[in-house]
Nanobody, 115 residues
């Protein structure tokens, strides 16, 4: 059974930092591309950051220079370090795992940026 379990969300003030984690089980983690997406009520889920099995990264323009995605293939975990957070970063953040023909999502973790 495949599971992606996110953690690390919460309430933070503007300018603050959070680190999200996504622990994977039931997949051969090292061969999967991993990513983070986010969604706010009434809007489509949007890509935040991705990291390939080889470690190449890609970011949405809105988070470049502020967010960093990384992975630990031994711990089977992908991270999203979020710095200089803004109120517009408020959303539910979802972990994603993808490989040819296969795609899995976590249950999401809420991030709220507010003073």
């Amino acid at each position: 059974q495949v599971q992606l379990v996110e953690s690390g969300g919460g309430l933070v003030q503007p300018g603050g930092s959070l680190r999200l984690s996504c622990a994977a089980s039931g997949i051969r983690f090292s061969i999967y591309g991993m990513g983070w997406h986010r969604q706010t009520p009434g809007k489509q889920r949007q890509l935040v950051a991705t990291i390939t099995s080889g470690g190449s990264t890609n970011y949405a323009d809105s988070v470049k220079g502020r967010f960093t995605i990384s992975r630990d293939n031994v711990q089977k975990t992908v991270y999203l370090q979020m710095d200089s957070l803004k109120p517009e970063d408020t959303a539910v953040y979802y972990c994603y795992a993808g490989y040819v023909g296969y795609a899995y999502w976590g249950q999401g973790t809420q991030v709220t940026v507010s003073s």
